[in-house]
Every structure is written in C-alpha cells, then in structure tokens.
C-alpha cells in the first residue's frame, strides 16, 4: 500500500482539468511534494506545486522532466487529448497522434519514472483511462484507451514484482474545459481526484469513479449487441 501523506508525486497535465484536481488532492492528504507538468509551466497555478515543462510524446522532454524529478514515488500519468480522429477520413494522421499522446506517452513517462520509483523504495503509478477504453465511440480516442488499458494490465504484472502497484482510473464524462460542450451528466473532478487517491492508498487494480464506467465495464461480459444494439437491427 502506498501512503499519499510524505509522499511525491509526478502528475502529467497537471495544469488544468482533472489533473490541477489532482495536485490539490494531493497537497490536501500531506503529500511532501508534488511535481506538476505542463507545455508551458506557467500555467501551474498551485502556489506549492513544482511546475515542470513536459511535452509527454517527446521522449527527450520526458527525460528531462524525470531528471529534474528524482525523489519520485507516485507517478500519475494523467495528460492525454481527444482529438477523436476518424479511421476513414481524407488522412490517418490525427489517429497516430491520438495514439502517440495517450498511448506512447503514458509510456514513456512509466519509463522513465519506473527505476526512480524502485531506486526510491517502490511506489505507484496511477494512468488515466475512461470508460471509452471499453466501449468505442467511432473514432481513435477510444482505441487509443483500450490499448492503454492493455498496457497498464502488462504493466501491473511487470511492475508488482518490482515493488511498484499500478492503478487505472477510469470514468465517463467529467466537468472541465476537455468536456465544455458536451450535453450530458458530468462527474466533479475534484470528486473524481479523491477516488483516485483512495484507489492509490487502498491498492486498488482499477477505480471506476462514476455510474457510466461501472455501467460499461460490467457490460463487457454480455453479447455485442448489448453494447451496440445497432447490431442486432
């Protein structure tokens, strides 16, 4: 079990959204530390947080954020985008970078962090996932998730050996700015943080933060057609 209370963390996008949520958590539950990336570190508001420049597809920038970060014990990959490309659209190039931020970044941030993490005693990673990593929505933003879902399963069993637990947080639509214009119940991020947080410390494989990821994740075990009912007209 991993305590939050002394401990540092790492979270990626952590600027805005659900991850400015995060390092406000975090500071909440004691945590000595807490780095917190951003294209531009500028935008870092919180006034205890360490800002650092990440840009997470970019392997060098990766690195150097992890240099400047080596008392890390939690590692929160939050940064990701929907850019929701199209698979038959005019160009495939918005599909590689959905899957070059939310799939390889993650990646090379777990990388990069793993042998500080163990050098440091062992800790955990916590990866940013959705209920879309189960249900797809027509477009590459949800492949993209499935596929970070398989990999943090990889991880989880590479890692537990290493002293190092894995959780992946999943949900559906949450209240910030990635979600302004959508038309639909929204979780609170600070609520969504918190259960994130819990998950850490409780040594949870997965926490399914609303309604809609539990909804979707006990589905899987049901016909296609219950998940697409389209399918059966």
Request: no cysteine; aromatic share 6%; hydrophobic share 45%.
């Amino acid at each position: 079990m991993t305590s939050i209370k002394g401990s540092v963390a790492f979270v990626s996008g952590g600027s805005r959204g659900i991850g400015k949520a995060l390092v406000e958590r975090l500071y909440e539950r004691g945590a000595a530390k807490v780095y917190a990336t951003a294209r531009d570190p500028r935008a870092v508001t919180h006034p205890d947080a360490v800002p650092v420049a990440l840009e997470a597809t970019d392997a060098a920038s990766v690195a150097a954020a992890a240099a400047q970060a080596q008392d890390v014990t939690i590692l929160i990959n939050n940064a990701g985008a929907a850019i929701r490309g199209e698979y038959l659209g005019p160009s495939i190039d918005d599909v590689r970078q959905e899957f070059e931020i939310n799939f390889y970044g993650p990646l090379l941030a777990t990388r990069a962090f793993v042998p500080i993490i163990e050098r440091n005693g062992g800790g955990h990673i916590l990866t940013m996932h959705s209920a879309l990593s189960w249900f797809t929505d027509g477009t590459s933003y949800s492949a993209s998730k499935a596929a970070l879902w398989s990999q943090t399963n990889a991880l989880r069993l590479r890692l537990r050996p290493r002293g190092i637990a894995v959780t992946g947080l999943h949900v559906g639509y949450v209240d910030t700015d990635m979600a302004v214009g959508v038309d639909a119940p929204k979780a609170d991020a600070h609520e969504v943080a918190a259960l994130a947080l819990d998950g850490i410390e409780q040594g949870a494989h997965e926490v399914l933060a609303d309604d809609v990821s539990r909804h979707v994740k006990a589905a899987l075990s049901a016909d296609l057609e219950a998940l697409y009912p389209q399918l059966a007209e």
